[in-house]
């Protein structure tokens, strides 16, 4: 027996090989052991200190790696299945806990407020940088040499950054935009009915007013004709459900104006709340007034609503995230290549926080919003920060950020240079060249902005947020009036400044400003 | 001797105070601190959480749509399972089936039923509406009007609860002595007289419990709001449970959420010991 031991590494050696996700001879990664992800096209390994090849170098047997991510598919199985693949190239033992989103906040800062080493990497939210920053490892700078991450675009590495450090690991990008249906909107027969019917002009809508008036023309009748009535506009509406955000999409036209600095939530110098100004009340009551275009139910609409609701075809417009457009353009939808993208409607009147009046634009002020969405992490007191950091490089390289972007339901969506390109849609979605060109246009006009907002991110956000849904809410069930909705969420928002304490929210509010202004 | 007693009496007691007493306790202390997201632990801020609440009118309001919605659904229970459980306590074909038919809805599990309670209720996809479209009659808003929210969230509390009011109600029916009702023949009583003459009031000591039973389960509805409505539109159908679970846990408020949950259990503890005595006081006088 004693003669034997020297073959050991090497069976050992064998035996790791057939269970390698990735084929020795081409470099192809190979799903067949975790799923049917090969469907999805053939990916290679981008050689680099994150491919495949180098993360089976690591050895990790005997170590525990902790995740804690989001409830199975968005975000949670993609975590999951590049644990599986980690797990099988270093011999490290993973677990994955998934936790549905209401949840994920709580189940993140209770360790950490109580000095618990519950978990070694955090997949969450990017809006709540503020609340966690002081929780998390620096990205250390090796990894931020990697090529993987020098692509990421500056928008996004600014996301991962609080102050001057990266302490976000970027896996996701986000930003809303408008979704349409180019079958109607370039349909002749559809111009001339809009034309003779309000003398305007049909075309893709570029103010909110604009927006509103095509969605109402459009809603109640069977403009698709399938023999069904469909609508103007599916929006996410439903209190707690991701509604704030789309509030902020309707509200950057009017109140973020391009020609006033220092903060679009508060004014950063006297921090106070600019919730309830004409400027926001003004996109309220515009929200309100898109009522009239909603699909039933629409009063009520989560994003998976949405998403399905313009997906499946029965809403003419739509904004939000990226989910609904790329389930527009599944192979096998009715209606893939027939939506196309446009950057979120503005208006030509925006109010001046300063002056106290409104400025008139000739051409509609177009805000950009990059709006949060998935980001990681790695945990300050977590003692394998080594194999955390190597796992995101993995989760994040090259060869899976290509297959998780294709697939809708993982909700990864781009965020490299790499991504920005329509080479990479037409060929990797196989899309026309039609959809990447103008997809990739829309991310581009978005990203390259300098008119942007940014998600408040400050210690306290969901209270915030949870305030002002509430107030826009009763606004839109018409229990309150638009005025004093908004009112009671700026007293709201000012009784949690004074509680959280308005010199730390400045402070980290300074941050947002910062990327807002074009300043860093 | 006696000190023997109190060792033996010493595990369960310990058990008592570590599952019960300790949480307790510990909810009166954090609701006695600004341990918040920004503040984390347990420092001393005395009363001012249960200041603070004294003029959150949101939460006030959700206690107030709490009581309507729980009396409803639980007297709504109460009459739906009392008949079901009269309609198989008869002789009847197929009882068994029905008796575990009857019992299906309390045993599905409440979050995934009422995700299909949302299908059921979608407004565009929904197969209510499509049927009363289909009969020439309006589209039902059975969620993005606030009335018609309220009485959607009763619906689905009904359909799920009412098995448990049938299956408690059985119970008593099944343990009723024989004598009562065949005298209430002799005498020539019928149906309905005999039901509130002896059937009735026979069973106000059951009724009682599980309408107390009900009550309490009835007063934490959260699952049902947070997947149906999410508390809208507007608040309309924020209970007080679900208005705790936005404070505590997604806003992180941890100490003010504590303190609002253990007023509504102080709360709660005095209107249900007082709905027991006056139900006591009606039903059980009345059966004597």
Redesign the interface.
Known sequence: MKKCTFLLPAIGVLALSFSLPVRAEDGIVDYSKYGDYAKYGTVKDVPGACSYEAIAKKHYAGRTLRIIAHAVPVLGEPADLHAKQFADLTGAKVDVVHVPFGDLFQRVMIPFQTNQEAYDVLFYGSLWIGDFHDFLAPVPKAYQDVSGMRDVTKTHKGIATWGDTMLQYPVDGDRHYMKYRTDVLENPEMQARYKAKTGKELRVPKTWEEYNEVAKFFSGWDWAGDGKPHFGSAEVTKRDDLMFSAFISRVAAYAKNPNVKGGFFFDLATMEPQVNNPGWVKGLEMFIDAKKAFPPGGGNFGLGDEIFSFGGGQALMSYSWDDAFIQATEPGNPIRDKVATSPLPGSNEVWNRVTKKWDHFDIPNQVAYETWGWTSAVAKLSKNQDMAFDYLCFFSNEANASVDLKIGRFGINPYREAHFKSQYWAGAMDWSQKTADNYVGTLNWIDKSNNRVFDLRVPGVNQFMTAMAAGVSQAMAGAKTPQAAMDEVAAEWRRIVDRIGKDKVREAYANVVALEDNER | MRGYKYLFLLPGLLVLVSIILFPLLFTIRVSLS?W???Q??LNWIGGENYARMLSDN?FWEALARLDVMAIGTVLLQYVLGFALALLVWRDIRCKRFFRVLFLVPMMTTPVIMTVIWRTIF???L?PV?DVLNRIDLP?V????D?AM?FISVMIVEVWQWTPFMFLLLLAGLLSLPREPFLAAAIDGAGPIRTFFRVTFPAMAPISISALIIRFIEASKILDTV?VL????????TETSSYYIY?R??????IGYASALSFTYLVIMIVTLTIVAKLLARVLLVRST
Do not use: C
């Open positions: 600004g918040d997201v920004n984390p632990g949101r979608s407004e565009s929904g509406n589209s808003p059975w969620i993005t606030g929210a947070y409505t999410s508390g809208g539109p507007g608040t309309a936005i505590g846990l997604r806003d992180f408020q």
